[in-house]
């Protein structure tokens, strides 16, 4: 059984830090690509970055690009994502899915990151 599991959320003022964290098991992590998504409550699911199975490609979405790092430790089975110079548009819950070909089929529950002085 697939199985993500988030972790790193929080309450941070505006120009915080946080990392996530993603701990998975149930498949072959190190063979597959992963992303990061997010979701305002009562809006719609944004992407936010992906990364390819080795780490070697990374992705990001106009609105966090060079803002968040999305890496990997392919020994560990765990997906990150370093959020710097956060933005109280960058309130959401954060979800880690396993995303091969693009396609998101596995997520986890989420952890909350809110922003606010």
């Known amino acids: 059984e697939v199985q993500l599991v988030e972790s790193g959320g929080g309450l941070v003022q505006p120009g915080g830090s946080l990392r996530l964290s993603c701990s998975a098991s149930?498949?072959?992590?190190?063979?597959?690509?992963m992303s990061w998504v997010r979701q305002v409550p009562g809006k719609g699911i944004e992407w936010v970055s992906l990364?390819?199975?080795?780490?070697?490609?990374?992705f990001y979405s106009d609105s966090v690009k060079g803002r968040f790092t999305i890496s990997r430790d392919n020994a560990k089975n765990t997906l990150y994502l370093q959020l710097n110079s956060l933005k109280a548009e960058d309130t959401a819950m954060y979800y880690c899915?396993?995303?091969?070909?693009?396609?998101?089929?596995?997520w986890g529950k989420g952890t909350l990151v809110s922003i606010s002085s």
């Open positions: 899915t396993k995303s091969d070909n693009w396609i998101m089929d596995y």
């Open positions: 990364i390819y199975s080795s780490g070697s490609n990374t």
């Open positions: 149930g498949f072959t992590f190190s063979n597959s690509a």
